[in-house]
């Protein structure tokens, strides 16, 4: 059971990271920092995908703590 959950876990580490990197920068980099441009990239809107991939990180970030914490309990209490 907990090799299975080790699969799965970096299943969702890959697929993680994956939807990380799709997802569209919201600042100007080094360069808004200290020309003060984010402020005109804040007001605006998501468009896109982005807010898809937003819910979609926060659904895998969910299962990836939870599956994370069951595995430490697991490791913890072992099943006969």
Known sequence: ???AAKIVLVVLCVLLVVVILLQ???SAGLSGVITGGSD???SRKPKGMDP???RVTVV???LFFLLTLAMAYLSAHPVH
């Open 52 to 54: 898809l991939l937003s």
């Open 40 to 42: 005109q990239s804040s």
């Open 60 to 62: 895998l970030a969910v």
């Open 1 to 3: 059971m907990l090799a």
């Open 24 to 26: 569209s920068g919201r």
